[in-house]
């Protein structure tokens, strides 16, 4: 099998250039083509010789690969469906808002964190995505160079693959890469805190957690993570670092009717936060299948997002799109329809 030059640094870019008695230049002029003019084609490289493409191409294959389904919702959302080898298809979502376009990425095939609301959780885990398979995502889709930014919160645990998520991460952000700025990314996680604490030591994205219930107990019944790693110790590490600046935090919430969506909670995860320069995003939960809880009404949303707010707490209530085309938060499921 041919090495994928997609998700290869600079030097690496380079390095394979010369393994095919080329000059390094060559490997320069393939990043310019690959992240900055985001071709998916050896023919749309013009400024490579012939002869050149054709030693590459003994050795390498370019690793994009078009969508093999798409789906457009009435709001504007668009998801799209990529093959990920062996049989396991997964998902990313281009959300528009304005003069904005936001690609929800998926980092692995599945996910092994088994949160009971996510359809993504439901599957199971059937592997990490490469380098590669991760920023084919922001190729593959229609018009790539509309992308405004990414969240890292399709289907997968990032910090579970954060090797290849980092390394994307770097070439998004480099100077011969992609050129984007830190600001433009976000990567969420439910908290896996040995990994963690690499990402805020290395990257300077922003961040997203996945809180959902302030009572350990409880959260402990929908995500199985919060055994292993307490949202408590969570975010005793995160007010560790600097969240005044560029790089901001959020915690996501989805609402689940009588279950955490009282004062109780909303007084619970005031105490929790309490000092922490950061937003809460609530989220209505859309129905998925063998989960016993409904979302909360608009009415007890807003009561929450008030007290919150009241208390110091930044709080909004985040739109639900593209719930028509299984596309909303905790609907991706990668499934191919033939």
């Keep these: 099998m041919k090495e994928k030059l997609l998700g290869k640094t600079l030097e690496e870019l380079k390095e394979a250039a010369t393994a095919c008695g080329l000059k390094s230049f060559v490997g320069k002029q393939l990043a ?4 900055a003019k985001r071709v998916s084609s050896w023919d749309s490289m013009t400024n490579i010789g012939k002869a050149a493409k054709g030693m590459l191409q003994e050795k390498y294959e ?9 789906a457009e ?7 799209y469906l990529f093959e990920a080898g062996e049989g396991r298809y997964v998902e990313a979502v281009v959300i528009p808002d304005d003069d904005r376009r936001t690609l929800c990425v998926s980092s692995q095939a599945g996910c092994r964190m088994g949160c009971k609301f996510c359809m993504t959780g439901r599957q199971g885990w059937h592997g990490n995505l490469d380098t590669a398979q991760i920023l084919n995502q922001f190729l593959s889709v229609d018009e790539p160079e509309s992308l405004t930014g990414t969240v890292f919160m399709g289907m997968g645990e990032p910090l579970d693959n954060y090797d290849n998520v980092s390394r994307a991460i770097r070439i998004l952000t480099a100077d011969w890469g992609f050129g984007w700025s830190p600001k433009r990314i976000t990567v969420s996680t439910i908290g896996v805190l040995p990994v963690l604490r690499r990402y805020l030591e290395e990257e300077h994205c922003h961040l997203a957690v996945s809180l959902h219930d302030p009572f350990p107990e409880e959260r402990a019944g929908i995500m199985p993570s919060q055994k292993a790693w307490s949202i408590t110790e969570t975010i005793r590490l995160i007010r560790k670092y600097d969240f005044s600046g560029q790089r901001r935090v959020s915690f996501e919430y989805t609402m689940f009717s009588g279950f955490n969506d009282d004062s109780l909670h909303a007084d619970a995860l005031i105490r929790l936060l309490k000092g922490l320069e950061c937003r809460v995003n609530l989220i209505r939960f859309h129905k998925i299948p063998d ?6 009404s608009a009415d007890v949303m807003e ?9 110091g707490i930044l709080c909004t209530i985040r739109s639900s799109r593209g719930e028509d085309i299984l596309a909303a938060c905790g609907m991706l499921a990668g499934k191919h329809s033939s």
Aim: glycine share 8%.
């Design 32 to 35: 310019e083509w690959l992240y």
């Design 62 to 70: 370019l690793g994009t690969s078009p969508a093999c389904g798409k």
């Design 73 to 79: 919702s009435n709001d504007g959302t668009v998801k």
């Design 291 to 296: 989960f016993p809880y409904e979302s909360s």
């Design 303 to 311: 009561a929450f997002r008030k007290r919150l707010n009241d208390n």
